[in-house]
C-alpha cells in the first residue's frame, strides 16, 4: 500500500516516521515500512510517499485504520502540516534482490495481462543486466488504485543512480527485453526518482 502527501514540516515528519510512525505500522499489520521523496517525477515532485508492505488486502484496509485511529500518528500528521494526495494497493507480481538503496526508480507503464510466471520469468531477463547496479528490483500491478493509465510499476532500489541508468539503457536494448515489452504491449510512460528517507 502507498500513500502520497505534501507536507510542510519534512525533518518533524521524518523524525515521527522513525519513531512511533514505523512502530505503529508493524503493530497494526504492516511486514514492512519505508518513507521515501519524489525528487524528479513532473508534477508529483516534493510529495513524500509512505510505503506500508501489507500480506493482504484485508491487512491492508486493517493497517489504514490503525494509523489514522492512533493518537501518536494522527499527531505527527498534523505537526508536520500532511496532507494526502493518494492512496493505492498494488500487488506485487515479482521480485528480485531486496528494496535497500538510497534511491528508487519507478517506470509507469501501461500494458496487457500477463501471468506471474511470465512476468517472474520476464524479470529475471531484465535482472541480468541490472544486478550489477540495483540491489533490488518489483514488478506490481494495480489492484485498487482508481482510474489509471499506467496500472503497471517496475520498481528499482539502488545506491548508484548513474550505474543504475547504464545498467537500465543496457538492458532495454536486449532483444529479449524487447520481445517481452512487445508480447505484453507494455509502453512506458514515465519515471519517477526517489530519495529514501526511513
Known sequence: MGVTARVTDLAGFVSGCEGPGKTTALEVGATDFRVNQIVMGGDRAGLVAIIFEVPSVAAAMEVSAGINANAETVAIMKDSGYQM???????N??????TDGQYGSMLLMSGGQVTDEEADSNLDDGWTHMSGAANGMRLLQSFAAGATPTPWALIGWTDDLDAYV?????????????????????????????KRLV
Not at 494526495?85 to 500487488?91: I, K
Open 85 to 91: 494526495v493518494s492512496r493505492s494497493l498494488m500487488r
Open 93 to 98: 507480481v515479482a521480485t528480485k534482490g531486496n
Open 166 to 194: 547504464a545498467a537500465s539503457a543496457q538492458s532495454m536494448a536486449d532483444p529479449k527485453v524487447q520481445q517481452n515489452f512487445a508480447d505484453g504491449n507494455i509502453a512506458v510512460h514515465g519515471r519517477i526518482i526517489t
